[in-house]
């Protein structure tokens, strides 16, 4: 946690960047579509960067250590999105498959079209449960054709639900809890409750417009609206606007320390760090 400590503090004095959109938070420049973003224990931030759409090997994950400097992690991915820690391996989903990446910054395919049950379209997020299993968004042509995988230790794959569910259209941010997978739609802006067991759906809460990050930090789960640059809370059934003024708030990951939203504005090219209060 001294290292956590250490690294907020660089940010507040390196990365300050004054904004009347973010009220002069913490913001770190320089990105090529960031896409999502994820912290480790010693601090260290990840960050997707898309590059070129469609453009095949432009594709990167960037770090940034906890003395603020930022560093290629991996590279040659095609179009990498979501990002999701197992132990010390990073897994990112890019664009039909889903890679591991080692320490070294080395990576594989560790799901490949073929080894999913139906054709992956656009996969988007990803989140892993304490089990070891993945859980992988699939947001279809971002309309419709949705899905979304469970990959299992032993890299079997599942459908937990897909199209053949009226309420998937095109899922996005996905988020474990206990026994439930939240999901939050991107064409519909939906928060839902899916129970592992049972495959029952059940609405949270709405409003989201396109939605891509979700978080949860106590009893307060936070929801990025990808459409319209804005970070919503939602606490005991009540949606308020948490943060508004990025471009396009795309998959936000909570710090480690649990006291910020780590929150890649896409279309900015930036990374900003949103207090939680």
Known sequence: MKNLRVFLILLLTLFTVPSKAHDSLNVISGF????????DAKGNIYVSEIGEFNKDSDGKITRISIDGKLSTFASGMDDPKGLTFIGKSLYVTDKNRVLKVDPDGKWAVFGSTMAF???P???NDITSDEAGNLYVSDS????????????AKDRKVTVILNENTPEILAPNGLLVVKNDLYEVDFASGIL??????????????EGFGGGDGLIKSG????????KNGKIFKLQRNKVTLYKEGFTAAADIALSYDKKSI??????AG????????
């Open 32 to 39: 090529t579509s960031p896409e999502s973003v994820v912290q």
């Open 117 to 119: 049950p139906q054709t």
């Open 192 to 205: 839902y409750k899916i129970n592992l067991k049972t495959k029952s759906i059940l609405k949270v809460a």
């Open 219 to 226: 009893d307060s789960f936070f929801i990025s609206d990808w």
């Open 121 to 123: 379209v656009f996969f």
């Open 270 to 277: 930036s990374v900003t760090l949103v207090p939680i209060q």
């Open 262 to 267: 780590i929150t890649p504005d896409m279309k």
């Open 140 to 151: 279809g042509n971002l309309k419709t054709g949705g899905a979304i995988f469970k990959i």
